[in-house]
């Protein structure tokens, strides 16, 4: 009996030390295999460097591509060509219509300083009208920022030209906060302006950089508001002119831009998948834009997001990984000015009733990745946690709550995961919408790890969802 | 009894409430206060950037620096002037003999192919005797690394040039790691090749980037056999070398260098500190190397190191913060090619019988920082992992275990925690012991994010140690 009842007891400790260790022996090597898998991937990224040689043929075949442009429907072309040398088993476009703004070939300005002619830098911001024939001069009131207009009246403003001049702030360590602290004037300067009867408008570019690059980007207008260019310039010369001010408040700043809209323009988003071997109606996305402003190649905005993108669908083929779930890399058109591509694709993928797993946009610059924000509920902002260890391995363990992307948001209620890629943010607005972001400003291995780190989301998902 | 009984109850919960909740609002409430203040030295850090100006000054005025040189003389009084004027209570030089090898002015290579002349980059390695008078020509064995040469005899080396081409390897995400497996080839490819009788060495540059730049660096020579001299080439050159050498295996190369060592000069540590208001004998440092290549600037190699030491000591008295224990900078001196004033202050500091309580070296350049490897028992490394969430908050939260840095390793064993910085690696080798380390390569906000991390670190350890 005591012989037996120690055999009990010792069968019954290794039966419990069975049932704990297996799983956790099962989990230990599962997570050894995904290590290992995910190894592959970053090193296979870094050695090929395939998206960097696509975002080089990018840069300089399509060069800058603003919607609407002939560049733009080149690289409608070359991401087509691209996807399917990559490996992907399904390409098309989908068409849509987008808005056609040109800058046109003036941009000039200056001030006065008694009679000496001070050439300032200046680029028309994306969507402004142009000037009378010949160009504008008025007075200048300089205002810090967009809230800071609230303590003008008419009677300042009237018939003079509004040189918004907030800075972004430096104080923060994610420049994107800076970012969204300080964008409003340039979205919304022109209509503020004018309400109080300004007559144009100019802005200190949205960037921290201490340069001569105006930094263009989208405004807005509003049909109930008279409508009055805008222009951006240099925080160099945003700096020289304030100063100026303060000498010479009746300086007069003339400057002379010639864009115009155009009627809209027929172009597409282009798509490529791996179908799904268990699961092909599940829809695991990444995307960035296609588009790009018309100042510069558009390298890290957002060239190295669809680089990024093409290149998951590489590594997979690369590596031979078959998806469970289907693969989808989007390549939207018009973020920039419209994003009518993202609200084409939103609208399809509700009538046409795709399930969306995960979206993960990449539109944040081909610089060192750090992580991932999340836009999703509790119990699935959980499992994904619990991947944090095996991502920090890869130095893409930062996972925060937060906004995910302009071009994917749409999806907003049709995807479980709304998701962002984090790459470091310190250069990004160096580079901005500004001549400035051309493909030798990416670093062939910083972009590269954001493709890994992009591939190793989206083979998590698809393994473990 | 009953009422009492229940009383006893309630109260006894209530204690139990206040006995845990208690110490759980308390480190809240300093976690809070951590949080508060350290985000205080990354905004002022990043407003003020008063590191990335002393480096300025530094790259400016002192420039190439190499230990003996006139330009390390000046960058001892730029660190003396600038440690006071940033508010040290105590600073002061450490006599130091340190090596003193001149590069001269010859840095000539060049192979033939049929009867053209093929120019390539070359630089001396450090240490390097010179070739003789008016060069050396001889025929060319490409060898992969320094453990390929094994495969070689005397037979094939005797009388011929060794061109090591061992590249880094590229699948590794830390670039330091590829550093580590590549760079043995330059210290000790001429001594290995001159054991089986070559004539002289040209290793391929130890970067991953594909430029004309030769990377210097420090060689070694043993008294027991021949030296001979040694250069780099570019990658580039390298490769195309390495082409040639296939079509053509009796290739000449010729290269001409007249480097030589003069003898030992005076030089200095420089040493900086706040003293402790409560434990001035308990000692936290700090440290970089003052020392750079002769080619370039030395911007992140090591000048960003001694920013972000300096602006230690500026940012606390900026911030009024009175640190508990001595807050010591120490500028060394011949890091690059002796370490002598390691040496120096190591046994200085065995001698004089200081307290170390942690020792931080920054020579990894000057890019975004990601954290921190700690050399330390497993009781100190445990209560430095405490402070991990407060740390990622400010995107310095990846901990490991790990080595620390060349000049702080002689205080092994005197020191409770030796550790180094960790800023994002992916450009470091871009610039390492080439000419284009210079000023304009380092990022103002990037460099400043380091400066914030050190001080981070250095307060934590003054508050809680």
Known sequence: MKRNTYGWVVHRRLLLFILIQLPISLIQAQHRADSIFIQKLFSTALVQKQGYYFLKDLCNHAGPRISGSPEAAKAVEIAYDYLKRFGADTVYKQEVMVPHWVRGKVHEGYYLSGKTKHTIQIEALGGSIATPHGGIAAEVVEVKGLKDIKNFTEKDIKGRMVFFNGPMEEEHIQTFKAYGGCVSQRWAGAMEAAKLGAVAVIIRSVTMSVDYYPHTGSMGYNDTIKKIPAVATSTIDADRLSKELKKNPSLKLFYNIDCKT????????VVGEIKGSVYPN????VG???????LAEGAHDDGAGIAHSLEVIRLFKELGYQPKRTIRVVCFMNE??????????GEW?????????????TDAGGFTPRGFSFDTDDKSYAFINTWQPLLHQFGIGEITRGGSGADINRLKGNCTILCGLHPDSQRYFDHHHAA??????????ELELGSAACATLLYLVDKYW
Chains 1, 2 share one sequence.
Do not use: Q
């Open 262 to 269: 155009l009627p809209d323009v027929l172009s597409h988003n």
């Open 282 to 285: 599940d829809v695991i996305l």
């Open 288 to 294: 960035g834009h296609l588009d790009a402003w018309d």
């Open 336 to 345: 920039e000015n419209g994003l009518r591509g993202a609200i084409k694709y």
């Open 349 to 361: 993928a509700k009538t046409n009733g795709e399930t969306h797993i995960l979206a993960l946009e």
């Open 436 to 445: 400035n972001d051309v493909f030798e400003a990416v670093h062939p291995r």
